[in-house]
């Protein structure tokens, strides 16, 4: 028996869809994938090459690929003998899903999670998303809102923030921003946190999520936080949450989140390439994606699912209400270099909120940062 490693991200939504779409793979294949799990703070951060050279299957983030690429530790994706099958995975892709994983022409991941920032509200005490973000300041000053801004997801709200304001951040530099647009972002991002319970920078979106579910959790609504389709399930936590489009500015069109979700991905020093590949085309397919996957606890990443009544309908529409968000979505830069500019960009803005820096200083602070991530 062929036996494959698998690592993924400890969380239902990250490891219960792998370990049932693996079942079924060995009852079809006779192929056994095994899956261990890290914290979404390790997931976030952990260099893909020492995974690389542990397991055959790799879950991801997209701003990963242009690391892979000069580390050489994941194989490209796109074989053409599979060209009808990649394809259909490709037109199958929510927003920019299939294209973020594209680095210098190659595939190298296929998307199986889409996630976004969006709206997560309590729909037994709101009645209706808040359109306005606006009014998201006025909850917040009420103790009823609340913001994940634990680094990365201070810097994804500062991207969502700049992208939605129609000043996008920077994919090649040398700024990140322009100082008034910057400047611009994080007077609102002040706004919002100005009066919020401090524990908001200690807090990743599970972290969120889980005290917005407790029956007598103060947090009525949060406005940008990466949906988690599970905590939309009933029984999944005492409470259900409800997910809708991002709250704008000034009647916007919802646009500009930054874009998430995982891709899978095979290590460069499988034994096994040609079953870790198939395993990933056959994960990252429509029926897969919107049937066992979809019913594990899984997000899927394609759109068979996202139109699916079965899958929305057992997730208060969780897939209609947030897609307009999620095509509308920003895709991060994914040069060699950026994953260290966003862990330290976003202790730089969670900082500098948090103990009143001037903005001017630190978008200054930011932009140096950034034009040094391109040094190699």
Known sequence: MIKLRGMTWSHPRGYDPMLACSKIWQDKTG????????????FETFPVEELAAAYDLIVIDHPHVGQIMRENCLLPLDDAAYTDEIAAIAAGTVGRSYPSYNWQGRQWAFPIDAATQVQAYRPDRLSAPVADLAEFVTLAAKGKAILPMRPPHSLMTFITLAAHLGTPCSIEGPDFIGKAAGEAVLDWMARIVAAMDVRCYEMDPIAVLDLMSQPDSPYDVSPFVYGYVNY????????RIAFADMPVIDSRMPNGSALGGTGIAVSARTQALEEAKAFAR??????????????SNGQPGHSDAWVSDAVNGAALDFYRNTRATLEGAYVRPR??????????????ISDGLRTGERHTVLVEKLNRRFAR????
């Open 31 to 42: 192929v056994a994938i095994t899956w261990e799990k890290r914290s979404l703070q390790d």
């Open 232 to 239: 939309s399930f009933a029984g999944f936590r005492p409470a």
């Open 282 to 295: 056959w994960i990252a397919g429509g029926p897969v994606q919107a049937g066992i996957y979809a019913a």
């Open 335 to 348: 040069h060699d270099g950026y994953m260290a500019f966003q862990s330290e960009a976003s202790e730089m």
């Open 373 to 376: 991530s391109f040094e190699g």
